[in-house]
């Protein structure tokens, strides 16, 4: 479902201009797509900052004049201290289309203990519906055990859902803890050397 947003259209541009709208707790925007000239917004912040919690979210766009824009948010920019939105670059979508989009991968279930799951890859470049757009791809390793290993192309996704992302790369795999690994590796260390200073000794 869409997230619907009263929209304004910008006049003014430059560094000036979006700080000011920024302080009227707005978030400037562009809208690009479909060879059309690109459209300069300004979005309520409270009501875009909540949508844009899903970074592939829809979005429906209300200008003053009536017209509509349905849209997706291509990219997000934050102010690298507070976090908040500074700006968003969105492209235009219409029904039936499709579009490239970078999708989080979600783990449920847990290995077999000792054993852990890591995401080895954090997202999968899929070709979707561009109004039925997942927010994550969730793959299940309840009950794996060490060793266990998943590709690209062995991921189960939605209907009507291609894998742009190359189908070889590893997405999740099962192994002991890392933090464990470690920990034996420096008890390890620790021990030979208490066998060189006890051997020196003698």
């Known amino acids: 479902m869409a997230e619907k947003l009263n929209v304004e259209l910008r006049e003014d541009f430059g560094k000036g201009a979006a700080r000011r709208i920024r ?21 309520p912040g409270h009501a875009t900052a909540l949508a844009a919690r899903n970074p592939n979210a829809l979005l429906e766009l209300s200008l003053a004049d009536g017209s509509q824009h349905l849209a997706l948010i291509k990219e997000i920019q934050r102010h690298p201290l507070k976090r908040s939105l500074t700006h968003l670059d969105l492209i235009t979508v219409r029904k ?35 109004l039925h757009v997942p927010e994550h791809i969730e793959i299940d390793v309840e009950g794996t055990e060490e060793g266990y290993q998943l590709f690209a192309g062995d991921v189960t996704l939605p209907k009507n859902t291609e894998l742009v992302t190359d189908a070889e790369i590893l997405v999740v795999s099962v192994a002991l803890p890392r933090v464990q690994e470690t920990e034996d590796e420096e008890s390890e260390g620790a021990a030979a050397e208490s066998t060189e200073e006890s051997s020196e000794q003698e």
């Open 23 to 43: 302080a009227d707790s707005r978030v400037p925007a562009v809208l690009y797509g479909h060879g059309e000239a690109p459209l300069h917004l300004s979005l």
């Open 96 to 130: 039936g289309e499709k579009v490239e989009v970078d999708i989080p991968v979600v783990l449920t279930g847990a290995p077999v203990a000792p054993a852990d799951a890591f995401v080895d890859l954090q997202v999968l470049v899929l070709s979707v519906d561009a």
